[in-house]
Structures are given as C-alpha cells and as structure tokens.
C-alpha cells in the first residue's frame, strides 16, 4: 500500500466530498417524492456535475500512487461510508446488523486489492 503522504491523500480527500455529492444526487430526490420526476432528474444531474469536478481530478492525481483498480475500491468503499451516514442521518432510515455485516464483507474483500 502506498505511504500516506499528500499524494496518497488528496485522492482519498477529493474521492471523499466527490461522493457525497454523488450520494446526494443518486439518493437525494428519495427524501422529496412528491417532486415532479423531471425536476429530480434535472437537480441530480446538477449536483452530479459537482461530483465530476472533484472525481476526475481524484483519479488522475492517484493514478500516480494507485492502480485503478486500487482507486475503485477506494472508491466503494467511500461510498458504503458516506451513505451509511447519508442514510441514517438524511433519510432517517435505519441500519441493521445484515447491513454491517454486508458492509464489513465488502470492506474485506476491499483489503485484498492492497495486498501485495
């Protein structure tokens, strides 16, 4: 795995707020149903802009540190973590131990694409 200098790191930080973005913008609209499907449509593709702006650059940057598959992963895993929070504190929906468990299992498979 490659050492945690600010090359190693600012694709994590960007890849970080570039997902909650996507997160909204993918889950957002669920909260606000009564909205005309359209607008959610137009809204999210928006708020997904943003999200480009900050995933192209994370991956150029840590495609000099990472492999891709390496930048994926960081990826999901991002995800799993900026929904969990997104769900429970945005959507008021509930985590259950199948979900963490789903989540460890995903975060597991996550730690061999670092082994050497």
């Known amino acids: 795995m490659p050492s945690l200098s600010p090359a190693a790191l600012w694709p994590i930080l960007l890849?970080?707020?570039?997902?909650?973005?996507?997160?909204?913008?993918?889950?957002?609209h669920l909260k606000y149903k009564t909205s005309a499907l359209w607008i959610a449509i137009v809204a999210s593709?928006?708020?997904?802009?943003f999200e480009y702006c900050l995933?192209?650059?994370?991956?150029?940057m840590g495609s000099e540190v990472y492999s891709a598959?390496?930048?994926?992963?960081?990826?999901?895993v991002i995800t799993l973590i900026v929904f969990s929070g997104f769900?429970?504190?945005?959507?008021?929906?509930?985590?259950?131990?199948?979900?963490?468990?789903?989540?460890?299992?995903?975060?597991?498979?996550a730690a061999f694409v670092f082994r050497g």
Do not use: C, D
């Open 15 to 28: 890849l970080s707020l570039s997902n909650v973005f996507m997160t909204f913008a993918w889950y957002g």
């Open 55 to 60: 995933a192209v650059p994370a991956n150029r």
């Open 87 to 109: 769900s429970v504190f945005f959507l008021k929906e509930s985590l259950t131990i199948n979900h963490a468990i789903g989540f460890a299992l995903i975060a597991a498979g």
């Open 45 to 49: 593709w928006g708020i997904a802009f």
């Open 69 to 76: 598959a390496q930048l994926k992963t960081i990826q999901e």
